[in-house]
């Protein structure tokens, strides 16, 4: 199975874009047709510009464009779409398409990148993983020394993650003195947890116990080789994959489907949520004991969850057919609701409306989360939205922000990836201040200091406005 690109370039922005291994400009389009014609492909078609017709092409070999002199390609068939929106940077496509929307098997349901941005995964379905380099450089596409590799897992991939993760905030006695290989994990259909090597791509070990499909996978961000699973059988296990043969911790509770599961930065707490079950599951890492619910007064379906990059903040998704999605966010140390964001009221399709995925970005209090309608970013700290984009309903099952910021990936159904422009705004630096301290302190001892009300309020996020309405596109006026 091959990959094609499809990247959008802008002016201006050709040495600062995100080049994965397979791709043509945009805005020199004409230059594969004209290198291909003067090598005398016969099966070459016209190659349409920008604003024209969209098309499918095969047999072009490129080394490098004539006008860009940056972008490679290699012998691949790949499909030239247009960009319908301006904070698009570049869509991956697989050349296997579904036979039919909907189809099972090709979902993309899981996107990452790794800790240091050097690498994306890609689960493109059919049990196969892309491993890209991030970004590619012209002069190793030059040299054929492309380190792109394809992981057939041979089951279908509901999640990936890259370990071991180095917060950058961890204390240095805390992290792991031993530096560990980049590894990915990859939790399948049949339950098994299979470990990859980033550098090689091959198969390091298995890990097996769950009785169903794991559905989330999450390294510990101390530098450790510390892997949280959550699966459909109900559990979430912990394995310590720095010693062999250990048999994992197994954390038992919920009576349904274990859907996501989310770490905080100082690695002592994990989160989950279940498919069905009204509440959120606040487990402690140290004791690997149960700690506390975070509960709804009524029914509602959760999505997904995750921790703000100081811990201080857990995001919640969750839906249910009357009121339509529900974005919660939680003081994981006292319980107490926060803020709400609730979907567009006006919206007559609002009990169809699903949020799928939710993220907080790792650099900012920026929250983005994709349900059918749109991907939305929402500034906490400035209480605005930044980017409202993708106005389609292809599907968005999963997101995950680049670790230096500045760009999004969303995963589709149909198999595509997404790459989206994310907006770079300088945190205030009284909340760098807030950050510093509430990586921690809990929201108890900072109840406790002797400062002012507004000051302690701010610190705790009591300022944020307990209730918001994103309403869609049509009703924002």
Known sequence: MHTMTVLYLRAGSIKHSLTPTLQICSRHTYCARNYAESRGSPRVK?????????????????RRCALCFEIVLSKVCFIVTE?????????????????????????????????????????????????????LTSRDAEAG?????????????????????????????????????????????????????????NLRFTLTGHEAPVRDLVFTPNGSLTLVSASRDKTLRIWNMAKKGTSPH???????????????PDSSAIASVCNLDSKVYLWSLRSYTFMRHLTYDHERTMASCDFSQDGALLAVASYHSTTGWWLDLWDPYTADLLTRVEDCEVCAYRSDNLLTSLSFSPVSLQL????????????????????????????????????HGGVIATGCRDGQVKFWRVPQLVPSLRHLCRVALRFSVSTYQVEALPLPKKILEYLTYRDIPKQKIIYCKEHCS
């Not at 349901?109 to 050097?118: E, K, L, N, T, Y």
């Not at 950058?168 to 299979?194: F, K, M, P």
């Open 83 to 135: 960009a319908d929106e301006d904070d698009l940077i570049a869509e991956l496509k697989p050349t296997l398409l579904p036979r039919l929307y909907g189809s099972s098997g090709c979902e993309t349901w899981s996107v990452r990148f790794s800790p240091d941005g050097a690498y994306f995964a890609w689960s493109m379905g059919y049990g196969i993983v892309k491993l890209l380099p991030w970004p």
């Open 368 to 403: 983005a989360f994709k349900d059918y309608r749109a991907l939305q970013i929402w500034d906490v700290e400035r209480d605005k939205l930044v980017t409202n984009t993708d106005h389609s309903r292809a599907g968005g099952v999963c997101s995950a922000f680049h670790p």
């Open 250 to 264: 197994v954390l038992r509770g919920p009576n349904y489907w274990v859907f996501r599961c989310s770490m905080s």
């Open 145 to 201: 020394c492309s380190e792109e590799k394809t992981l057939n897992c041979g089951q279908m991939v509901w999640a990936l993650a890259f370990g071991p993760c180095r917060s950058i905030r961890t204390d240095v006695l805390h992290q792991n003195a031993r530096d560990h290989e980049l590894l990915l994990a990859t939790g399948l259909n049949n339950g098994a947890i299979q470990v990859w090597v980033v550098s090689t791509g």
């Open 46 to 62: 016209r190659i349409p510009g920008r604003g024209e017709a969209t098309g499918y092409y095969e047999d072009v070999m490129i």
